[in-house]
């Protein structure tokens, strides 16, 4: 099927029977073959007075902005504003910022729950800037885990990734090949180090590399092998959420499940079809309990 043929609908890329696909993303969890792929919608499950934290782009460039109000007609865009703070403020300063808005303490929402739970899973995928999945992970003191960070390539020392122990110190990629769970952040996270992909420089460099899986970890590549990615609180939209899904999720299985309730854009049906996406049109919190119920 061409680009072109592709069908644009909601119910186009919406599985039939919400409650059999849990029951088979259930079964493929407890073979360990799905990558739990998480997003920052994990937060709307959060009462707004309980979750301190942003809870998707548009609220962290609002929180940039009351930091350092850029011009009117970048406000909105969450990449140039953290360019402008980058440029007119340093890097130091979007950093400092960042850490002030993402250290603050968070529940652990029901999905990340969820995912602490299930049995060494070869590979999680969080692509929000919060610790609360790692925290979660540390707290089990005979887990095998380890976690990679992205880096601003531009600030590094040309390295795309950094490697942690659980105890937060930076390790070597030999290490990651012994960790039964790997938690890759490709967007970098406030803890340990306060790495972070955010401004347009960053973006710049890692998009110019991403396509030819340059800035993507060998032990990421071989645990996304022939299994299925499981999209949570992510939503396709903007075209840097597409190119990081699709990169990440490149030469993996050819199915694979995203929950995603209500009407989808065209870009989004679109995405979904083109790269073997079937569409759970229920609530985060409907198929948390699903899933639960499966186990």
């Known amino acids: 099927m061409t680009d ?18 849990l029951a088979d993303i259930a079964a493929a969890l407890a073979a360990r073959q799905v990558v739990p792929y998480l997003g920052p919608g994990a937060f709307a499950l959060l009462p707004p007075d309980q979750c301190p934290i942003p809870r998707n782009s548009a609220e962290l460039v609002q929180r940039l902005n009351a930091k350092v109000a850029a011009p009117g007609r970048i406000r909105s865009n969450l990449t140039a504003v953290a360019q402008f703070i980058e440029t007119r403020k340093h890097r130091k300063t979007l950093e400092a910022i960042l850490n002030e808005i993402f250290r603050q303490p968070v529940p652990a929402t029901p999905v990340h ?39 601003s390539h531009p600030q590094s020392t040309g390295e795309w990734v950094r490697y942690y122990a659980p105890d937060g110190a930076e390790t070597m990629a030999d290490a990651a090949a012994g960790w039964d769970t790997v938690l890759y952040k490709p967007s970098g996270a406030v803890t340990p180090a306060g790495n972070y992909l955010i401004s347009d420089s960053d973006y710049v460099e890692i998009l110019t590399e991403i396509d030819i899986q340059t800035p993507i970890p060998a032990v990421v590549k071989e645990r996304r092998a022939g299994r299925h990615f499981l999209f949570l ?57 699903g899933l639960r119920a499966q186990a």
């Open 4 to 21: 072109t043929t592709l069908a644009t609908d909601s119910d186009s890329v919406t599985v039939p029977d919400a409650a059999a696909a």
């Open 113 to 151: 729950t969820l995912l602490a739970a299930i049995p060494a899973p070869p590979l999680l995928v969080d692509v929000w800037y919060d610790n609360v999945l790692d925290s979660l992970l540390s707290a089990a003191a005979d887990r095998s885990w380890g976690q990679i960070q992205g880096v």
């Open 233 to 289: 609180g992510c939503r396709f939209d903007h075209e840097i959420q597409r190119t990081f899904a699709r990169q990440i999720a490149k030469r993996s299985s050819d199915s694979h499940w995203a929950v995603i309730p209500g009407e989808l854009s065209k870009n989004e049906a679109r995405f979904l079809a083109l790269h073997g996406i079937k569409r759970i049109d229920m609530t985060l919190d409907e198929a948390v309990e």
